[in-house]
């Protein structure tokens, strides 16, 4: 049996995090030639206009190559960048205009899981000393802490006696590990887990996205989770979104998008993952010419078009951004030609 | 009877460390036929890219090879002067790396980088495409080499698909992608026809669709130059997609070995099995994935027995203590497990002879 969130907790109709029309922009240092010229500053257009709605208990994957904006929107949701414009709720909360104070009241809600279990966790740091920081900002005694963190650790599948160790004592898989007990620890509801298992071995990686679907079970969490990988994303997500370039492309429930794949960008990616057992097997396969455009001042137009295989694209692509549509029910597409409004 | 390009037998490799002897590669024996493409599959730490290293003769200290025979069309490799050695890299064995950014040079353009192997190699009698051999009589001062060099790499770079090769001979990398530069990577590797590419996690920092051009371009340059391939990685997807045969290693071990389908659909040894259980696949998600419990032993302390019998479900004593050997369970299909040999081979499978 599949282990199912939303029918389990039948999610209510207000989601938890509802997204809408996010930016962020990064400014390029203007240098002497640009002020010469009378040329602007330029944008790194990051996240360009996301809509995007997260439900209780569920999982919602982000997928996308390197660069398009995936680890920029989640970063973008928890506040750790400011947001260019765009309004972002949190059960209902407006997140953009909260201080620095309130928004620290918050992030005890929303935890973030991170790729690098190396680089993320403090070297000079115990065990304890890491897993227990957020809970001694969020004001628990210290005298509690380190029972908590005990029974952290024994959550995540580590033993209570590794408590005063320090990461260096652990392997990738353990590290990951102590991420993971350090963002539950204030019993969050909304957990950003960025790439958690693109640095680890298969056989770990499979430990991991289990352990992360028996807490999300356990404790009701809903994840924005973030992956270049595909089959990682078919695999732990209710719904998945497809970004490029700053902007979500396609969204639809899991099982949808792989059998029935709308924007040209989505299909493409699908049909290039190498698949187990696929030689000599007859599949659609499209190879796109080329890499994405720089999101330095991106075109105007869909953010596809320069890659973009279908024959039936045309100026308006390449001069009108499509709209995230919905074409049937909880399947929206981002391009003219899917949508018929070429 | 073809003659193997490679021929590897009980290759060893070890690293005498301050904590213990590391034995990254401890007897790995494997033949590599022209035109073939051979997978070595594994986790981290597991030897793969060691064995890569010994056969280009680039084991970093403290490692070096301790037993075994490498013979690369014939020659053996082990304990050549590191003259000789130099005078087959690039012409006769070449390699690419996971990490284009790292293994290109940022401070020279791409045009010198690619034909600098040519140049080395061009009239030294191992690339045939300089196959007079060069002499500074007829060349004084090097132009006809230099020339030749030039006009190869651009035909290279135009062959891996780099739009305006000419132009791009006078870039430098960082004016280039991550898939064009991976590009170079094989240029340069293929630049003297190698009879061998060692490839090691050639796509592994790459986007997917960058991911599937270069599989699509190495398959193609395979068809056209005839050069066999190790490739080296730890995606079964990558290995399905190029692959003739697959070899499965586990702590400096080979485990299994055997025709692509064999080990894809009927593998035998429990990390082969282990292994493709915790893959997720694409677009399914009836199933929960199987993970392999626990991790990979310490390399300077392994059990004297089966280096797998920490984590394996069907270990017992015996696995403990004696190491399993390598064995024919059908054809072209070996398994080093207790288990395995003592269990009949399955229906439908040929009787090894």
């Known amino acids: 049996m599949r282990w199912t969130p939303m029918a389990a907790a039948g999610a209510p109709p207000e989601p938890l995090v509802q997204v809408r029309g996010l930016k962020q922009y ?12 009378g040329r602007g500053s330029r944008w790194v257009h990051a996240v360009d206009g996301v809509d995007l709605d997260i439900h209780h208990r569920e999982t919602l994957g982000l997928v996308g190559e390197s660069g398009c904006g995936k680890s920029t929107l989640a970063r973008t949701i928890l506040r750790l960048y400011e947001p260019t414009a765009g309004s972002i709720k949190f059960a209902g909360r407006e997140l ?3 201080s620095q104070m309130e928004m620290r009241q918050m ?26 920081l957020p809970l001694l900002i969020q004001g628990v005694p210290r005298a509690d802490i380190r029972r908590r963190v005990a029974e952290l650790l024994e959550k995540v599948g580590l033993s209570p006696s590794h ?46 996205l289990r352990l992360l679907q028996d807490l999300q079970a356990e404790m009701g969490l809903a994840y924005l989770f973030i992956s270049h990988d595909l089959a990682v994303i078919s695999y732990v997500s ?15 429930p899991a099982e949808t998008l792989f059998a029935e794949p709308l924007h040209p960008y989505t299909r493409a990616l699908i049909s290039a993952v190498p698949r187990v057992g696929s030689r000599g097997q007859v599949r659609e396969r499209i190879l796109l010419s080329g890499s994405p455009p720089t999101p330095i001042d991106p075109p105007k137009g869909c ?20 709209d995230l549509k919905e074409v049937t029910p909880g399947h929206r597409v981002a391009c003219h030609a899917v949508a018929g409004t070429l | 009877m073809l003659q193997p390009v490679l021929d590897v037998r009980d290759l060893a490799t070890y690293f005498f460390t301050e904590r213990g002897v590391v034995r990254a590669v401890d007897g790995v ?17 597991c030897g793969k890219s060691m064995t890569a290293l010994s056969i280009m003769g680039l084991v970093p200290r403290p490692g070096r090879i301790v037993a075994g025979e490498i013979r690369l069309m014939g020659e053996d490799l082990v304990g050549k002067p590191d003259r000789e050695l130099r005078r087959l890299r690039g012409s006769r064995m070449a390699m690419i790396f996971q990490d284009p950014l790292t293994t290109l040079n940022p401070v020279l353009r791409v045009g010198q980088q690619v034909t600098e192997s040519i140049r080395i190699h061009y009239g030294d009698g191992t690339w045939s495409g300089g196959s007079r051999r060069w002499s500074w009589l007829a060349d004084p001062l090097g132009l006809r080499r230099r020339r030749i060099a030039w006009e190869r790499a651009v035909e290279m770079l135009d062959k891996v698909g780099i739009p305006a090769p000419s132009e791009r001979m006078r870039a430098y990398p960082h004016e280039m992608s991550g898939g064009m530069r991976q590009r170079i990577m094989i240029a340069i590797a293929l630049s003297c026809s190698p009879a061998l590419l060692l490839a090691d996690e050639p796509t592994t920092a790459l986007d997917v669709t960058i991911q599937a051009q270069i599989l699509d371009l190495m398959r193609r340059l395979q068809e056209e130059m005839g050069t066999s391939i190790l490739l080296i990685t730890h995606d079964f997807g990558v290995v399905s997609e190029l692959c003739d045969r697959v070899m ?29 259980a915790s893959i997720p696949r694409l677009g399914d998600r009836s199933y929960r994935l199987k993970p392999i419990e626990g991790t990979v032993p310490e390399l300077h302390a392994l059990p004297p027995g089966c280096s797998y019998c920490t984590r394996c479900p069907v270990a017992d004593e015996y696995c403990a203590a004696v190491a399993p050997q390598l064995k024919e369970i059908s054809p072209h299909h070996h398994v080093a497990c207790h288990k395995v040999a003592a269990a009949p081979a399955m229906a439908g499978e040929g009787v090894p002879s």
């Open chain 1, 107 to 132: 992030r005890r809600e929303m935890q973030m899981i991170f790729q690098d279990p190396f680089a993320s966790l403090n070297p000079r740091r115990t065990v304890e000393q890491i897993v227990g």
């Open chain 1, 163 to 208: 408590i005063d160790r320090y990461p260096h004592q652990f392997s990738g898989g353990q590290r990951q590990r102590i991420g993971i007990a350090r963002a539950l620890a204030v019993n969050p509801r909304f957990v950003v887990a960025d790439e958690p298992v693109s640095a680890l071995d298969v056989s770990i990686q499979a430990q991991i």
């Open chain 1, 303 to 322: 953010r596809f078009y320069s890659r973009c295989f279908l024959k039936e694209k045309n100026e308006t692509c390449r001069l009108v951004a499509p």
């Open chain 2, 248 to 276: 499965v290693m586990y702590a400096g071990k080979v485990v299994e070995t055997g025709p692509l389908d064999a080990i894809l659909n009927t593998p035998r040894h429990p990390y082969t099995q282990g292994l493709l």
């Open chain 1, 238 to 252: 209710d719904r998945i979104a497809v970004m490029y370039l700053g902007r979500i492309v396609e969204l639809a």
């Open chain 2, 29 to 45: 024996s494997f033949r590599l036929y022209p035109g073939e493409t051979l997978g070595v599959v594994g986790e981290s730490g």
């Open chain 1, 96 to 98: 953009t205009t909260l």
């Open chain 1, 26 to 37: 990064f400014p390029l240092g203007s240098t002497w030639v640009d002020r010469l010229l």
